[in-house]
């Protein structure tokens, strides 16, 4: 036989993905079956009450799938970790830097950088010009998570950077996802080519090359100091990394390369996605921005009051405006577990152990039997369902569920209580030229987008509040 033209190549992937888009329709919507094999050997379950058991089903095990995880390219990574007892061992490892704790200790870090990030929006005012806030928020972001993460502020907030840069390209590396899930050698060859050389071939995204010769020169700086007392008076992840309790074959340049660069990736996009939802819809409805205001001016007697996550996550609307923000945020994409050992049993369908099994957390989100009129953004959903003694927040699974659930979880909801917190108090701001249209799903690049490419929620400042 000889060799597949590209073109047949493309073709025969372009039928393979087309049939089993075909056969989740025939089977989903005409059979009614919440259960379908979607390719030859991978079965899609539509049922949020069966989240929890394929997710997290307390001590049983679960793998990655390895044909999934190559969309990653960084495979050394703990979410491209296929075994399940390589996964636990590395997550420990990271436990303590993500845990409650250490992100309340570092608080102080979140409010640098958030103080520079109401600066911009207070220059904004005075110059009369408009703010597309996802960018701003990557900036956000990016400088906690770096600073957080790798010890060093990598300034992502300057004006230069607005909307360019390292933020940018991770946009477009986040719409490339499906190109390196079908065509995995491709992503495996670009590790092997030096990055200045990339960088003189593709000038516009000199700024990501130049982040992974940071991350490079760290994780060589960390295995170099690993036995001296030269090491940073706070940790980094390359020094949790690099501690002596690590197996010395995990102790590897690129196991600290592939993990710093994902934290970056991570702790970027989806966190300011989900602030920009929140604002959309809060300033879109002056019912929701009113009542937010309100109970925000009870717990922040002026606008420069000194808050924390702990204090603020105690405000029952705003924690219901941040649960429904991320109802509408997160990876679309579906995930898949595989049961290793053990079937899987689903209502009266057994499937065999080794069978990679999806769900999308899209589905429980929108799901009309659990958030009614879910493509309402309505906070009060939460603080109802509270009251009638419902577990709600159990169907809320934008960080996943059990032990590889998103291990960011804990500095995402410090960032997003300090800053919806921080902006609705001090800030009027008004929309300009976005409708829901700008964020609406319609478009699976692991995260959402729309029809146009990345959302996009732009705004006037039109006051500050000093009282």
């Given at each position: 036989?000889?060799?597949?033209?590209?073109?047949?190549?493309?073709?025969?992937?372009?039928?393979?993905?087309?049939?089993s888009?075909?056969?989740?329709?025939?089977?989903?919507?005409?059979?009614?079956?919440?259960?379908?094999?979607?390719?030859?050997?991978?079965v899609?379950?539509?049922?949020?009450?069966?989240?929890?058991?394929?997710?997290?089903?307390?001590s049983?095990?679960?793998?990655?799938?390895?044909?999934s995880?190559?969309?990653?390219?960084?495979?050394?990574?703990?979410?491209?970790?296929?075994?399940?007892?390589?996964?636990?061992?590395?997550?420990?490892?990271?436990?303590?830097?993500?845990?409650?704790?250490?992100?309340?200790?570092?608080?102080?870090?979140?409010?640098?950088?958030?103080?520079?990030?109401?600066?911009?929006?207070?220059?904004?005012?005075?110059?009369?010009?408009?703010?597309?806030?996802?960018?701003?928020?990557?900036?956000?972001?990016?400088?906690?998570?770096?600073?957080?993460?790798?010890?060093?502020?990598?300034g992502?907030?300057?004006?230069?950077?607005?909307?360019?840069?390292?933020?940018?390209?991770?946009?477009?590396?986040?719409?490339?996802?499906?190109?390196?899930?079908?065509?995995?050698?491709?992503?495996?060859?670009?590790?092997y080519?030096?990055?200045?050389?990339?960088?003189?071939?593709?000038?516009?995204?000199?700024?990501?090359?130049?982040?992974?010769?940071?991350?490079?020169?760290?994780?060589?700086?960390?295995?170099?100091?690993?036995?001296?007392?030269?090491?940073?008076?706070?940790?980094?992840?390359?020094?949790?990394?690099?501690a002596?309790?690590?197996?010395?074959?995990?102790?590897?340049?690129?196991?600290?390369?592939?993990?710093?660069?994902?934290?970056?990736?991570?702790?970027?996009?989806?966190?300011?996605t989900?602030?920009?939802?929140?604002?959309?819809?809060?300033?879109?409805?002056?019912?929701?921005?009113?009542?937010?205001?309100?109970?925000?001016?009870?717990?922040?007697?002026?606008?420069?009051?000194?808050?924390?996550?702990?204090?603020?996550?105690?405000?029952?609307?705003?924690?219901?405006?941040?649960?429904?923000?991320?109802r509408?945020?997160?990876?679309?994409?579906?995930?898949?577990?595989?049961?290793?050992?053990?079937?899987?049993?689903?209502?009266?369908?057994?499937?065999?152990?080794?069978t990679?099994?999806?769900?999308?957390?899209?589905?429980?989100?929108?799901?009309?039997?659990?958030?009614?009129?879910?493509?309402?953004?309505?906070?009060?959903?939460?603080?109802?369902?509270?009251?009638?003694?419902?577990?709600?927040?159990?169907?809320?699974?934008?960080?996943?569920?059990?032990?590889?659930?998103?291990?960011?979880m804990?500095?995402?909801?410090?960032?997003?209580?300090?800053?919806l917190?921080?902006?609705?108090?001090?800030?009027?701001?008004?929309?300009?030229?976005?409708?829901?249209?700008?964020?609406?799903?319609?478009?699976d690049?692991?995260?959402p987008?729309?029809?146009?490419?990345?959302?996009?929620v732009?705004?006037?400042?039109?006051?500050?509040?000093?009282?």
């Amino acid at each position: 036989m000889g060799l597949m033209s590209p073109i047949a190549i493309l073709a025969s992937v372009k039928e393979q993905f087309t049939m089993s888009i075909m056969l989740l329709v025939m089977f989903g919507l005409i059979l009614r079956s919440p259960i379908v094999r979607i390719n030859p050997r991978e079965v899609h379950i539509k049922d949020p009450y069966f989240y929890d058991e394929l997710y997290a089903p307390g001590s049983g095990v679960r793998d990655k799938d390895p044909k999934s995880v190559v969309i990653f390219s960084a495979p050394t990574s703990l979410v491209a970790t296929v075994d399940h007892q390589t996964h636990r061992m590395r997550r420990k490892l990271l436990n303590n830097f993500f845990s409650r704790r250490w992100i309340e200790n570092i608080e102080p870090v979140i409010h640098k950088s958030l103080s520079r990030f109401l600066d911009g929006l207070a220059t904004a005012h005075k110059e009369g010009s408009v703010v597309e806030l996802i960018d701003r928020l990557q900036g956000l972001t990016g400088d906690v998570i770096t600073e957080y993460a790798y010890g060093e502020n990598y300034g992502l907030q300057d004006p230069e950077n607005y909307g360019k840069g390292i933020v940018k390209v991770v946009q477009e590396g986040t719409d490339q996802i499906h190109f390196f899930r079908f065509f995995p050698l491709v992503s495996q060859l670009l590790r092997y080519i030096p990055s200045w050389f990339m960088g003189q071939i593709f000038p516009a995204r000199t700024a990501i090359y130049q982040l992974l010769d940071g991350v490079r020169k760290q994780s060589v700086l960390a295995l170099q100091q690993k036995n001296t007392s030269n090491a940073p008076q706070r940790m980094t992840i390359f020094q949790a990394l690099t501690a002596p309790e690590v197996p010395p074959e995990e102790r590897k340049l690129q196991r600290l390369q592939d993990e710093g660069l994902i934290l970056f990736a991570a702790g970027t996009e989806t966190t300011a996605t989900t602030l920009s939802v929140a604002l959309f819809y809060i300033l879109n409805d002056k019912r929701v921005l009113s009542n937010l205001r309100r109970e925000l001016e009870q717990a922040m007697p002026t606008p420069q009051h000194p808050t924390t996550w702990r204090e603020l996550e105690k405000l029952p609307y705003l924690t219901a405006v941040i649960r429904e923000a991320l109802r509408f945020s997160g990876i679309v994409m579906r995930q898949q577990r595989i049961s290793p050992t053990e079937a899987l049993k689903y209502k009266d369908i057994v499937v065999p152990p080794g069978t990679p099994v999806s769900m999308i957390a899209r589905f429980v989100h929108m799901d009309p039997t659990i958030f009614p009129d879910p493509t309402r953004f309505h906070p009060e959903r939460w603080m109802l369902a509270a009251g009638r003694g419902e577990g709600l927040p159990r169907f809320l699974v934008t960080f996943s569920r059990g032990n590889r659930g998103c291990i960011g979880m804990n500095l995402a909801y410090a960032e997003l209580y300090n800053t919806l917190a921080a902006v609705v108090r001090r800030f009027d701001l008004e929309l300009y030229q976005t409708t829901p249209e700008n964020i609406r799903f319609v478009r699976d690049k692991l995260l959402p987008r729309s029809k146009d490419g990345c959302w996009t929620v732009r705004v006037k400042v039109v006051g500050i509040r000093e009282e």
